[in-house]
T-cell receptor, first 114, second 113 residues
Framework: NAGVTQTPKFQVLKTGQSMTLQCAQDMNHNSMYWYRQDPGMGLRLIYYSASEGTTDKGEVPNGYNVSRLNKREFSLRLESAAPSQTSVYFC?????????????FGPGTRLTVT | QQQVKQSPQSLIVQKGGISIINCAYENTAFDYFPWYQQFPGKGPALLIAIRPDVSEKKEGRFTISFNKSAKQFSLHIMDSQPGDSATYFCAARNPGTASKLTFGTGTRLQVTL
C-alpha cells in the first residue's frame, strides 16, 4: 500500500502560469482533501470531496479548482498562479467513518511562484 | 476567523521533561479532536484523538486532556525524547458531510539533550 501519493514534489512557476497537482490514494477512502500549509497559519482547507463526483469549497478556495476524477484521484489546478499561492500543498484522504475520522496525508508538494 | 487557537507557537523542553501544548475552540458542535505530528519534509500523521464525551485519553507517553465546559484540550508528552521534536497540530472536526477538520496554527517542539 502506497497510501496517499502526490506529484510533483517540487515545482517553480512564474506568475500567470498554470499547473495541476496530482493526488491518488489506494485505501478505498471516500473523502479526499486539499490543504495548503503556510508558516504560522497551520493547515487550511482549500477544497474537499466527500465522494466520487462531488466537490465542495473549503476555507481558502479562491484561485483554485479541483477534479475528483474517480474514487482514487483528486487533482488541484491553479489556472493563473500568483505569488500568494507559494505554499506547501498537502492532499489527504479519509474513510470518513466513525469512530475514527483519521485523515491520511500525502508527502506534500512545495510550490514556489515567482 | 480562527476557530481553533493553539499555544505556544514554539516550545523547548529538556529530555525527560513534560511537554504541554494547549488548544481552545469556539464551535460547540465539534465532535472529534485529533492531534497530528509532523516531521520536517513530511505530511502530518495522526498521533492521538479524543471525543468530547471523554475527559482524558492516554496512549503510551501521549495524553490528551479535554475540558468540555472550558472548550479547551491539551496534549501532554511525558518523558519527552529528542525523537519527539516535530511540529504538533491540534484539530477539531466539523460534523456533517466529510470529516472536515479545522486545524490550529501548530507548535514547534524541540527536545534538547
Amino acid at each position: 500500500n502506497a497510501g496517499v501519493t502526490q506529484t510533483p514534489k517540487f515545482q517553480v512557476l512564474k506568475t500567470g502560469q498554470s499547473m495541476t497537482l496530482q493526488c491518488a490514494q489506494d485505501m478505498n477512502h471516500n473523502s479526499m482533501y486539499w490543504y495548503r500549509q503556510d508558516p504560522g497559519m497551520g493547515l487550511r482547507l482549500i477544497y474537499y470531496s466527500a465522494s466520487e463526483g462531488t466537490t465542495d469549497k473549503g476555507e481558502v478556495p479562491n484561485g483554485y479548482n479541483v477534479s475528483r476524477l474517480n474514487k482514487r484521484e483528486f487533482s488541484l489546478r491553479l489556472e493563473s498562479a500568483a505569488p500568494s499561492q507559494t505554499s506547501v500543498y498537502f492532499c489527504a484522504s479519509s474513510p470518513d467513518r466513525g469512530p475514527s475520522y483519521e485523515q491520511y496525508f500525502g508527502p506534500g508538494t512545495r510550490l514556489t511562484v515567482t | 476567523q480562527q476557530q481553533v487557537k493553539q499555544s505556544p507557537q514554539s516550545l523547548i523542553v529538556q529530555k525527560g521533561g513534560i511537554s504541554i501544548i494547549n488548544c481552545a475552540y469556539e464551535n460547540t458542535a465539534f465532535d472529534y479532536f485529533p492531534w497530528y505530528q509532523q516531521f520536517p519534509g513530511k505530511g502530518p500523521a495522526l498521533l492521538i484523538a479524543i471525543r468530547p464525551d471523554v475527559s482524558e485519553k492516554k496512549e503510551g507517553r501521549f495524553t490528551i486532556s479535554f475540558n468540555k465546559s472550558a472548550k479547551q484540550f491539551s496534549l501532554h508528552i511525558m518523558d519527552s525524547q529528542p525523537g519527539d521534536s516535530a511540529t504538533y497540530f491540534c484539530a477539531a472536526r466539523n460534523p456533517g458531510t466529510a470529516s472536515k477538520l479545522t486545524f490550529g496554527t501548530g507548535t514547534r517542539l524541540q527536545v534538547t539533550l
